[in-house]
Nanobody, 116 residues
């Protein structure tokens, strides 16, 4: 059974940093981070390909960095210079190989709150 588990969220002051982790029970091919603020639709934060190419939505460009550790089947989201408007539940979405099956999965989501 495939598991995709996020960790590293919490409360941080404006201007602070957090690193989210997304650990999979299988091999991650591509992955992306999304977020959903209260009352808003889920939006893309950015993604990483199997070749380590990354892309980001404009509000996150230059502040957020996505990386991966293939040995640990884990993808990371480093968030710097956090703003109150970054407050949201963050979700990991990944294309994962487990056994002979390749499919896409969502993590359960993790809360990030930016507040003084």
């Amino acid at each position: 059974q495939v598991h995709l588990v996020e960790s590293g969220g919490g409360l941080v002051q404006p201007g602070g940093s957090l690193r989210l982790s997304c650990a999979a029970s299988g091999t991650i091919f591509t992955a992306a981070w999304y977020r959903q603020a209260p009352g808003e639709e889920r939006e893309l934060v950015g993604g990483i390909t199997s070749g380590d190419n990354t892309n980001y939505e404009d509000p996150m460009e230059g502040r957020f960095t996505i990386s991966r550790d293939n040995a640990k089947n884990t993808v990371y989201l480093q968030m710097n210079s956090l703003k109150p408007e970054d407050t949201a539940v963050y979700y990991c979405h990944a294309l994962i190989e487990f056994g002979d099956v390749i499919d896409d999965y969502w993590g359960q989501g993790i809360q990030v709150t930016v507040s003084s």
